[in-house]
């Protein structure tokens, strides 16, 4: 009898232990991972897996906040990279973002360098808001949240 109590008592063990593993892997994938369904076309998805404290690398679309919102976009220039503004055609290193619109509330970027702890990002979208104009200008290292990755395009 007590050895079918050991048996029963081990097995139990192992299944808590199994489903505490569980539970923990779960918590922690919930708690790294979230869906983003985007509203803007800024860049060409419209749903996200945004993956938590995961730096981005140039390439890759960057999930940080401004003034108070979480913002997707494209991370396309790091800290001493050129950033060139040619007839409003901006420019950082030899890639082309595209073109700024001026008008009375967009001004675009002038030439320069990226400054440490900050990066250039931009959308894909012509009329996208980044940091091909000054008024949304470099975005602090800081404040990045994660990096995404496309599910379901536009």
Known sequence: MRELYHKISENVKSVGLLFGSLILIIWLLISQICIVVLTSESIPYRLCLQVYNIPPKVGDICVFDYKGKKFLKYLVGTAGDKVRNINDNIYVGDFMVGKAEKNEILTPV?????????????????????????????????????????????
């Open 110 to 154: 002038s030439s320069g360098v990226i400054p440490e702890g900050y990066v250039f990002v931009a959308g894909t979208h012509p009329k996208s808001f980044d940091s091909r104009y000054k008024e949304f200008g470099f975005i602090k290292v800081s404040d990045f949240r994660g990096k995404a990755y496309g599910l379901i395009r536009w």
